[in-house]
């Protein structure tokens, strides 16, 4: 099955719009399928590894949505008396300002409405996220991604998305004909089941975009997620 992607056809929320009572739905949906199906047990299995007590990390999440990652970080980092800064982009300045208002309770988060491909810190950052984002780039802009976001960490680096199976677009299909029926929900969850990466795929991507010493790993629910993780830039 091979992969569908159609740069004039984007998905409903990358298409700039002022914040709706559709597109907060849809932003609620994607909250509720990142904690039931696989998006934050994947977090939480890196930031067991990533974040030690008593710690502290600077940390990027790029095409944060409504900031549920963030949020889910700064949970653990409180539980660990971890110190963390999250600078978390998107693109679009809806989204940006229904994760502000999500997030009001915390500060350790700054939501910024940015290009990732524009985006030059003042310092690079200990970790940088990338959940559910590169299958909405094309083959070639999603290498770039994976080479922008290695130059912005020093040490690690997660990048999760979903795995493009004939079983998960089945999977896709059927959630969205039955739970998850919002029309902005069902028609983007369908058109990213069609655009994901193969596992193959996306081992190439990482390989193209000059990543060495990666780990690569599928996990439940359809998902796959590649990371760097250094003592030391490399």
């Known amino acids: 099955m091979k992969r569908q992607f159609d740069p004039a056809l984007p998905e409903l929320m990358d298409r700039p719009q002022p914040v709706t009572p559709e597109l907060e739905r849809d932003l609620a949906n994607l909250r509720s ?3 039931w199906f ?3 047990r994947i977090m939480r299995h890196f930031l067991r590894r990533w974040l030690r007590p008593n710690g502290k990390a600077r940390i990027l999440d790029v095409a944060t949505a409504s900031g549920d990652i ?3 970080i700064v949970d653990h980092a409180r539980g660990q008396n971890v110190s963390v800064h999250i600078d978390a982009i998107d693109q679009q300045e809806s989204t940006i300002e229904i994760a502000r208002r999500l997030s009001a309770a915390y500060p350790e988060i700054d939501f910024i ?3 990732l491909f524009e985006w030059n810190p003042s310092e690079l950052y200990d970790i940088v996220l990338c959940s559910l984002t590169l299958h909405h780039f094309s083959n070639n802009d999603a290498v770039r991604v994976l080479q922008k976001i290695r130059e912005l960490s020093t040490t690690r680096i ?3 998305d979903l795995r493009r199976a004939r079983w998960v677009r089945f999977a896709v ?3 969205t004909a039955t739970i998850y029926r919002a029309a902005m929900t069902k028609t983007d969850a369908r ?3 069609a655009r994901a990466f193969s596992f193959v795929e996306l081992r190439e991507l990482a390989k193209r975009a000059g990543w060495k010493n990666f780990g690569h790993q599928k996990f439940a629910v359809g998902r796959q997620a590649i990371w ?3 003592s030391s830039r490399a």
């Open 33 to 35: 399928l990142n904690r």
């Open 38 to 40: 696989g998006s934050h």
């Open 70 to 72: 963030p949020r889910l």
């Open 113 to 115: 409405c940015a290009d």
């Open 158 to 160: 997660l990048v999760a």
């Open 173 to 175: 299909y059927f959630v």
């Open 191 to 193: 058109l990213s089941a």
């Open 228 to 230: 760097i993780e250094l």
